[in-house]
């Protein structure tokens, strides 16, 4: 567990097996991911005010953390992750960002978890331009190298 400072501690729990990462606040347990991120990412990055763009950002965390990162760990032989790679080409085809015209915390997740597949980020010519994009942001440089 590290402590942030008075009012934060961070860390890792076992549940059944399971790591689960965990972030106190004050007297507050936010348990996973997915709540963490959305806890400490600014407006912007949520998607801004507009709910729809909220919605995807939201859309694309769970995606990071249901497609990719469930299936990265079983390699490329999974049917399901190559499944889910194609729909992130396909989708980014005709987007620059995953679910606003900026990059969102639904951008980060995704590509923090494309980082387990890079081999095959190299074989889908929109996921590695996206990524390339990314990777140039201020905020992706942290994420993906």
Same mark, same amino acid.
């Not at 501690?9 to 097996?17: F, Q, S």
């Not at 990265?72 to 396909?90: C, E, I, R, S």
């Given at each position: 567990?590290?402590?942030?400072?008075?009012?934060?501690? $961070?860390?890792? !729990?076992?549940?059944?097996?399971?790591?689960?990462?965990?972030?106190?606040?004050?007297?507050?347990? /936010?348990?996973?991911?997915? $709540?963490?991120? @959305?806890?400490?990412?600014?407006?912007? @990055?949520?998607?801004?005010?507009?709910?729809?763009?909220?919605?995807?950002?939201?859309?694309? /965390?769970?995606? %990071?953390?249901?497609?990719?990162?469930?299936?990265?760990?079983?390699?490329?032989n999974f049917p399901? /992750?190559?499944? %889910?790679?194609?729909?992130?080409?396909?989708?980014?085809l005709n987007n620059?960002?995953? %679910? *606003?015209?900026?990059?969102?915390?639904?951008?980060? $997740?995704?590509?923090?978890? @494309?980082?387990?597949?890079?081999?095959?980020?190299?074989? @889908?010519?929109?996921?590695?331009?996206?990524? *390339? *994009? /990314?990777?140039?942001?201020?905020?992706?440089?942290? !994420?993906?190298?």
């Amino acid at each position: 567990m590290v402590v942030l400072d008075q009012a934060f501690e $961070a860390g890792e !729990v076992d549940l059944h097996r399971i790591k689960y990462v965990f972030l106190k606040v004050c007297k507050e347990t /936010l348990n996973g991911s997915v $709540a963490i991120i @959305l806890y400490l990412a600014n407006e912007e @990055l949520k998607g801004g005010k507009d709910v729809l763009g909220q919605s995807r950002v939201l859309q694309w /965390l769970y995606f %990071a953390h249901n497609h990719l990162l469930h299936y990265a760990h079983h390699g490329m032989n999974f049917p399901q /992750l190559k499944d %889910a790679l194609k729909a992130l080409d396909k989708h980014l085809l005709n987007n620059t960002y995953l %679910a *606003t015209e900026r990059a969102t915390v639904g951008d980060l $997740a995704v590509l923090s978890a @494309l980082k387990n597949v890079k081999e095959a980020v190299n074989e @889908l010519r929109c996921v590695k331009r996206w990524c *390339t *994009t /990314l990777a140039a942001h201020p905020i992706g440089k942290q !994420v993906y190298n």
